[in-house]
């Protein structure tokens, strides 16, 4: 069976894959986010999420434990009023965020890329490995309600916020505050299955090779 390994922490993005159906392992990166954008320098809230995806994927591709395996990483980062919002971590910072979204829209962006960690036919001629290396953004629309001082200070007095980019969950309490989305709701979790259905198209996978009846967090 065609082994996939999430080069991700976030217990969202397990969960989505999970309640999926695909069968997948974790391994996590040991990725300095703030290093890795101050050695490329990348500002756009869309080149950075794809930047940071692949960062990760390829720290994980590296691993011994890799070997024989596809690697996706994913990475998002929140665009608005023309700024880049990844984790806020302290209280005060999502506090000023939040209520500056009240009532308003931004655009969350998930970069995804794939590693494909199998032989190739130039060292087996029964391989299925491409070598692919390979990645695309998914991007959706948020708005929010308007949102009270009170009903931000509850929010982030559960936690949740802190470590989330743009310092919101959908499938969370954030939820809550969300009007609609204009979009993938999956990029807005963190990982958009169809794009990675369409990543694995060019390691010669089908989704449908990783589905499993209980998935494998």
């Not at 691993?63 to 971590?89: M, T």
């Not at 609609?180 to 958009?192: T, Y």
């Not at 694995?200 to 090779?209: C, G």
């Amino acid at each position: 069976m065609t082994r996939l390994i999430l080069a991700s922490q976030s217990p969202a993005r397990t969960k989505l894959l999970t309640e999926a159906g695909i069968s997948h392992e974790i391994l996590v990166s040991d990725v300095d986010e703030d290093a890795v954008q101050a050695r490329y320098g990348v500002t756009d809230p869309h080149d950075t999420a794809l930047l940071l995806a692949r960062a990760k994927a390829e720290a994980v591709a590296s691993l011994p434990e890799a070997e024989g395996a596809l690697v996706i990483g994913c990475d998002s980062v929140f665009e608005f009023d023309g700024e880049s919002h990844g984790k806020p971590y302290t209280d005060d910072v999502a506090r000023e965020r939040m209520l500056r979204m009240s009532g308003s829209m931004g655009v969350l962006h998930t970069g995804h890329w794939l590693v494909d960690c199998r032989e190739t036919a130039a060292d087996d001629p029964e391989a299925d490995g491409t070598g692919a290396t390979i990645g695309a953004v998914s991007s959706a629309e948020v708005h929010f309600v308007e949102m009270s001082t009170d009903d931000v200070d509850a929010y982030i007095a559960t936690g949740e916020p802190l470590h989330c980019a743009g310092s919101f969950t959908i499938d969370g309490l954030g939820g809550a505050f969300i009007r609609k989305v204009d979009g993938d709701p999956h990029a807005v979790v963190g990982l958009s299955i169809s794009t990675m259905r369409e990543l694995l198209r060019h390691a010669n996978v089908s989704i449908t090779e990783l589905w499993s009846v209980d998935g494998n967090a």
